[in-house]
């Protein structure tokens, strides 16, 4: 039992000093940030349940983030709003890369350097190697207060989308910028397809039988 409590208390000032460093650096830059203390927060639920209590406003402003691989092993961080519908498909074809699936927790602590249910671009920071991409939902840029967690999930930070950018380039991460707009909702179903003219001879016959 000491010997956990040893090693948790080792990694907890790994984060602190993790922190020091990420709000240092948005202060070097003049960026503008507000940070909340909470639970605990490993899905978009708890952050939702938080969320008033924290004023964390508004709504379009609060984030989920995954952290994907591709079937070549590219390594993204991918952020968009905790409401939209973004399925693996779509991401994976707008990344560009085949086949993305959640990376293992292996690649969030050795990569990242951070534990399950903190992935965020503030992680950037921590990736020296420029191992990852970060990748960011176009939606996200117009909004002028985004909620990430500051590298663990018991506090969330504020920043503007326009800022999120120039804190990414000042760590060496320029992101990538999805456009989803053309993308149907997911669950939503294709437009009907066009009929085929009908045949000469039996074609008014087979028409009026259907079953529609």
């Known amino acids: ?16 000093e993790q922190q020091a460093a990420l709000f240092a650096k948005l202060h070097q830059l003049g960026i503008a940030h507000t940070t909340k203390e909470h639970k605990q927060c490993f899905t978009v639920e708890d952050v939702e349940s938080v969320a008033e209590a924290c004023q964390m406003q ?25 409401q939209a ?52 939902d176009k939606d996200l840029l117009a909004e002028g207060t985004l909620w990430f967690h500051p590298l663990h999930n018991d506090k969330s930070t504020s920043i503007s989308g326009t800022d999120l950018v120039a804190f990414l380039k000042a760590v060496g991460h320029e992101p990538k910028i999805l456009d989803f707009s053309d993308v149907p909702p997911a669950g939503s179903a294709p437009p009907p397809a066009a009929k085929k003219p009908a045949k000469e001879g039996g074609g008014a016959k087979k028409e009026g039988g259907g079953g529609e």
Do not use: H, W
Not at 63 to 80: D, I, P, Q, R, T
Not at 95 to 124: H, I, M, N, Q, W
């Open 1 to 16: 039992r000491q010997q956990r409590k040893s090693t948790r208390d080792c990694r907890m000032e790994g984060l602190a």
């Open 58 to 82: 508004p709504q379009s402003g609060r984030c989920k983030n995954m952290f994907l691989k591709s079937k070549k092993g590219e390594l993204f961080v991918f952020s968009c709003q905790a």
């Open 85 to 136: 519908a973004r399925d693996m498909k779509a991401i994976s074809k707008k990344l560009g890369a085949p086949e993305c699936r959640f990376a293992s927790d292996e690649y969030l602590t050795s990569v990242l350097k951070v534990v399950k249910g903190s992935v965020t671009p503030f992680a950037a920071i921590n990736d020296a190697e420029c191992k990852a991409t970060i990748a960011i």
